[in-house]
């Protein structure tokens, strides 16, 4: 039942992320902007669900590893920093980089503990 349970979860997230980062090019902006959108609120979620004390096991397969685990993108991080050096912007590329980590952390803690007082 599991693995149905993470399929069905990864039939959502993945759309759902593919959405964000078109949304983000087609408004002009770089795809890596919908990216850290992706990234940062699945760290959250997925913060919350941790967080929450006695948190079935289901949820946490379905959500967790399924929703969250296609919803963000650790190699399309990767692929965004290698293209914005390979543009020569330097700066950019560290600084996305740098604010998914810090954002994307920050998230994951605050929903975490925030998840903890429920």
Do not use: H, K, Q
Request: aromatic residues 4%; charged residues 10%.
């Amino acid at each position: 039942m599991t693995p149905l349970l993470v399929v069905a979860g990864a039939l959502a997230g993945a759309p759902l992320r593919l959405l964000v980062i078109r949304t983000a090019a087609r408004s002009g902006r770089d795809p890596a902007v919908g990216t850290l959108v992706v990234n940062v609120v699945g760290a959250a979620l997925l913060g919350a669900v941790l967080g929450v004390s006695g948190a079935p096991g289901w949820v946490v397969a379905l959500v967790g590893t399924g929703f969250c685990g296609t919803l963000t993108t650790f190699s399309t991080l990767g692929a965004d920093v290698v293209r914005l050096v390979e543009e020569r912007a330097l700066g950019r590329a560290v600084g996305y980089l740098a604010a998914t980590l810090v954002l994307g952390l920050a998230a994951a803690a605050a929903a975490y503990l925030g998840a903890g007082a429920l």
